[in-house]
């Protein structure tokens, strides 16, 4: 039996599906611009990622209206 409530318990199972869905085969999973952090898990491997998917977002030309 579970000890959460229905609405907690359907938000979980979305989490989880909608994991399951984009192929992330554990928790925690980090990602950012559509792209999944594979690689150690230190605190300078992580920022040195988040910098870098940062810089490419800045390089990037934003698609005209």
């Known amino acids: 039996a579970s000890d959460c409530s229905p609405r907690a318990a359907a938000r979980v199972d979305s989490d ?22 594979v690689g150690a898990w230190d605190e300078t491997s992580l920022s040195d990622s988040q910098e870098s998917a940062l810089r490419a977002a800045i390089d990037t030309p934003a698609a005209s209206a």
């Open 16 to 37: 989880i599906s909608g994991s399951l869905a984009a192929g992330l085969a554990f928790t925690p999973t980090f990602c950012g611009n559509g792209r999944c952090y």
